[in-house]
């Protein structure tokens, strides 16, 4: 069974500063990995999808890298702004199925 | 409009109460989901849906069913609700994989349900 972990579950910075959200998957045989953003009300946004032959996926201020191998992907967002405070949450595919397995997330809120 | 609905937003209900929560979507997807939130844990798959008449178990099927009443609708039951399916439910429905699209799900905005 894939296992997900995000850490930390929580996390705040000042405005500007370069954010790194980390996920884990115990399961190296995935079929892609992919990054949700989670706002109160609004459900789940999908920001970045990166497929399993992929290293990395670019999307303005983000950026998402997988390492299959170590079972680890980082979101990186660049310059944070307020807007950007959310719950961001990694969901890993084990089989091209869309029976996804869910990161508890990591919540984030951006200063000004 | 959404492209993913949910009703209701809200709602509050007794131990023992037969609860219904409905989903549609207008973006044509044959593929629909329904998932739980629980803080801490993350998003359990319920049940899901690859057409009107295939229908699957996901993670944590026991105490709900499902209807598929048509393409776009997607309806989650819960026959005699308890305490501890008190969560944030979300549907999600996608394209399937490789058709050209993002390959991804696209979520409702979520009921929040709370059984007393």
């Known amino acids: 069974k894939q296992e997900v972990t995000q850490i930390p579950a929580a996390l705040s910075v000042p405005e500007g500063e370069n954010l790194v959200l980390n996920c884990s998957f115990t399961d190296s045989a995935i079929y892609n990995l992919q990054w949700f953003r989670q706002d109160p009300g609004k459900g789940l946004t999908s920001l970045l999808l990166?497929?399993?032959?992929?290293r990395e996926q670019t999307s303005g201020r983000l950026n998402a890298s997988l390492d299959k191998s170590s079972g680890r992907s980082t979101l990186y967002i660049a310059a944070s702004q307020p807007g950007d405070s959310a719950t961001y949450l990694c969901a890993a595919d084990p089989s091209n199925d869309y029976k996804l397995s869910f990161g508890a997330g990591t919540t984030v809120t951006v200063r000004a | 409009d959404a492209d993913v609905t949910q009703t209701p937003r809200n709602r509050i209900t007794k131990t023992g109460k037969r609860i219904m929560l409905e989903c549609s979507q207008t973006k044509g997807h044959d593929r629909m989901y329904w998932y739980r939130q629980d803080p801490g844990l993350g998003l359990r798959l319920i049940y899901y849906?690859?057409?009107?008449?295939?229908?699957n178990k996901g993670e944590i099927s026991d105490g709900y069913s499902v209807s598929r009443q048509a393409q776009a609708k997607f309806s989650l039951s819960l026959e005699s609700a308890i305490p501890n399916q008190t969560a944030l439910y979300f549907c999600?429905?996608?394209?399937?994989?490789?058709?050209?699209?993002?390959?991804?799900?696209?979520f409702g905005p979520g009921t929040r349900l709370t059984v007393l």
């Open positions: 999600a429905t996608s394209d399937f994989p490789g058709t050209g699209s993002t390959d991804t799900q696209y």
């Open positions: 849906s690859f057409d009107v008449k295939d229908i």
């Open positions: 990166i497929q399993s032959s992929q």
